[in-house]
């Protein structure tokens, strides 16, 4: 059987009091594009942070590719590249600098860096803005350096946080076709959180992440029938409520 | 589907590689900002060129080790400036990690395969390397100001620079782990540099301070700017001084090892606080 790409077990993560994951389990099989929706606060960007070893989970399992990224971190983390939904750009490097960086980050030599560089710049449409500033490039370039940058080292898994955030239709557009070209093309495993309906397709995998819980997993069409839904947008909401009225229920149980 | 994997990563050369890349990225971002290398030429010359000029005749400095003459007030305190502009550097290190941490370029150094500690130490290393660069560029301006330490002296302080710069920066990178956003780290200027630098042997003489308070005596005797100050003062004229080198090699100790601590994922501070923009 093939190894999953990302597989996740009972994670949970709190940070005082407040619980921002609740025994979260999901896998993310590898060379496929799994999105990850939920609404703001739903625990997205606590979770790539775990998965990316920012901080360690209370509790719980991450394994990229077989590798635990608590006990053998190194080896998980080179596997897979991040895009945080914040911008991580330094704006004062060049953007051949910015990758040279980043290349190094990974134990990437220069001679080795230059020819990866040549070859994501060329996929995402960068190529003659190698030696300009990164301030000097629109929000769309910006996004999609960072993707490029993310792929630097070839990682078999990319997780992007809300990466469509702040562009426009057109940048938003062509960035999902890029990384949708990822997966068919390269093979790359994509982990893609978002809340936005229209970034998922019929093909995708989709999990439903809310307040820290996941509601549901499985393919678009498992999903709508597990939500007995006849679209994305209604499972979601049916989903939402389902949750609402259990945890309505469990408080007054209490 | 074969999971990729590169030769060099976490090899060796791996560990070369990543060292270099974050000394480089510090450099170009020491040149690309000239402002901070001007600023930091420029405020030991001020002290030296206006404030030791003034206060000569007042402040005179009897004949203390290492000198062997009666020496000038600016001489004095070269080595307090000296110790001021790494106290600067490695606070303004830090400062530039708050703000990475805060615009997120921190998370991305964070997220390299290799040890967290070896990573907050390449860039502890890179913050010396430039601190490095602004005492020499100041001894040189110095050196027209009749501030002549003898040649021998350059060499030798070379290993204790690396050394005060460390415990420097580890202070640094302590105090960037314990404040979230830039407005807040700002009152370190405030809390940190000030009392140092003042409370310490950097201006004048402890024995003149402890004439005047005891107790203030004692503070600066504990306070390790001050013996980071008289380390660089004996190196500056080939001379040794264990006492004070081994306070600072145990003060970076400390320092250090709490700084990691503090960025430790499942231990330190910001692991149970969470840093900015991270809370979704």
Known sequence: MTQPALRIEALSHSFGPRKALDRVSLTVPAGSFTALLGLNGAGKTTLFSLVTRLYDSTS?????????????????????GIVFQARTLDLDLSVRQSLLYHAALHGIGRRQAQARIAHVLDKFDLADRLHDRVRNLSGGQMRRLEIARALIHDPALLLLDEPTVGLDVEARQGLIREVRRLVAEEGNGILWATHLLDEIQATDRLVVLHRGRI???????????????????????????????????????? | MSVR???????????????????????????SQRGR??????????????????????????????????????VYITPGLVAM???????????????????????????????????????????????????YAFLLVAYFWE??????????????????????GSMGLLLSSLFRQLENFASVMNFVIFPMFFASSALYPLWRVQEASPILYEICRLN???????????????RFDGASLAIVAAATAIFLTLSL????????????????????
Not at chain 2, 49 to 67: E, K, N, Q, W
Request: a neutral charge.
């Open chain 1, 60 to 80: 719980g399992t991450i394994e990229v590719f077989g590798f635990d990224v608590r006990r053998e971190a190194p080896e998980a983390l080179s596997r897979l």
């Open chain 2, 85 to 135: 502009i790494q106290l600067f550097n490695g606070l303004q290190s830090s400062l530039s990690m708050v703000y990475d941490r805060e615009v997120g370029a921190m998370r991305i150094l964070l997220v390299s395969p290799y040890p967290r500690w070896f990573l907050l130490l390449a860039k502890l290393i890179a913050g010396v390397f430039v601190s490095i660069l602004q005492v």
């Open chain 2, 147 to 168: 501030i002549e330490p003898p040649l021998m002296g350059y060499l030798t302080l070379l290993p204790v620079l690396v050394l005060t710069g460390l415990m420097m």
């Open chain 1, 215 to 254: 509601l549901a997993q499985g393919t678009v069409p498992e999903v709508l029938a597990q939500a007995e839904a006849p679209d994305i947008q209604t499972a979601f909401l049916k989903l939402i409520d389902a949750f609402k009225e259990t945890a309505t229920g469990q408080e007054a149980a209490e």
């Open chain 2, 224 to 238: 390790p700017f001050t013996h980071a100050v008289e380390a660089i003062r004996f190196a500056l004229y080939a």
């Open chain 2, 5 to 31: 994997k590169r030769t060099n990563a976490l090899s060796p050369r791996g560990y070369a590689i990543c060292f270099a890349g974050i000394v480089w990225r510090e450099a170009l971002r020491f040149i």
């Open chain 2, 37 to 74: 290398f001007l600023s930091a030429l420029v405020r030991p010359l001020v002290w030296l060129f206006i404030f030791a000029a003034g206060l000569r005749s007042v402040l005179g400095v009897s004949i203390i080790p290492p000198y062997e003459t009666y020496v000038l007030y600016e």
């Open chain 2, 261 to 280: 601590f503090a960025y430790n994922p499942s231990k330190g501070l910001i692991a149970r606080r969470g840093a900015p923009a991270m809370a979704d």
